[in-house]
């Protein structure tokens, strides 16, 4: 005799439907089953956003305290007496001495980074070349991104190498410029690649570089003193340019003359248009 088995599992007793609970509902229920720890989100939550707003206020009272050093540094920097020499010396010690102050107290800021190029710059003016490189390496480290003023600290880096006896080092850091795509300085640093030359007594490579200052950048200030140091280091191709130009000045101005002129008045074109009726 077989047993066959009751599926009660859609089965509900008579008169009783099913309930379905909202969305609304459902959260309720959850919040009301985990209240404690709904609660302890809430207060995290608060927790951090107080923490963001106190963290932003100590950046922004950092941010200020920084550039009120970072001013009084500069003012002691660039206000050096030039009559003076002994207490122009002791004001960019003491620029130096605030500079780092600004470093050490307040990291990451601007001010800071303003003030890491400023602190070359003074040791370079207290002539200590080597302190000098370790912070314009320190900064191109740092801000690599920033590729303008990066530019800038690369130039000051070759000043300080050649200064500092390496000359090698000092090209590497000048040709970081010319290849740095974002750099407005490069006319400068290919004026100091051709006054090296000349101290180097290469001549020929000096007028190089002060061609291809005139060439590629005609409105630096440093094109003017260009051109007169290729008149002097190479006075014959001044001459023969000079020249050149002129003979194209006056061909340019014969050309304007006879524009103007009939077939009769002008002979070259009565002849090119006989010319061209045979």
């Given amino acids: 005799m077989g047993y066959k088995i009751k599926d009660t599992t859609n089965k509900f007793p008579a008169g009783e439907g099913v309930t379905v609970l909202s969305s609304k509902e459902r959260f309720l229920f959850f919040v009301e089953e985990n209240r404690r720890l709904v609660w302890g989100g809430i207060i995290l939550i608060l927790v951090l956003f107080v923490v963001a707003i106190t963290l932003t206020w100590l950046a922004g009272q950092n ?23 002994k207490k122009a010396k002791e004001n960019i010690r003491k620029a130096s001495t605030m500079f780092q102050e600004v ?63 390496n000359r090698d080092a000092a090209l590497n850091a000048f040709d970081a410029v010319l ?59 001044s001459q023969e340019s000079v020249e050149s130009e002129s003979e194209t000045n006056s061909l340019e101005k014969e050309s304007e003359e006879t524009s103007g002129l009939s077939p009769e008045q002008n002979p070259k074109e009565g002849e090119q248009a006989e010319d061209q009726e045979k």
């Fill in 179 to 237: 290849t740095n795509v974002e750099a407005l300085n490069k006319d400068q640093v290919i004026f100091e690649l051709a006054k090296l030359a000349e101290s180097d007594e290469k001549p020929n490579e000096a007028v190089e570089h002060y061609k291809k200052l005139m060439k590629e950048y005609p409105l630096s200030p440093f094109t003017s003193e260009a051109g007169l140091r290729v008149k002097v280091l190479a006075p014959e191709e």
């Fill in 63 to 85: 941010q200020e305290r920084a550039w009120e050093l970072e001013g009084k540094a500069q003012t002691v920097y660039l206000d050096r007496p030039l009559d003076d020499a």
């Fill in 103 to 165: 470093l050490d107290q307040y990291p990451g800021t601007t001010s800071a980074k303003v003030s890491l190029f400023l602190l070359g710059n003074s040791l370079m003016e207290e002539q200590k070349y080597e302190g000098a490189i370790e912070v314009y390496n320190s900064f191109v480290q740092q801000y690599s991104k920033d590729f303008l003023l990066v530019g800038l600290v690369q130039q000051r880096l070759g000043l300080a190498h050649l200064l500092n006896g």
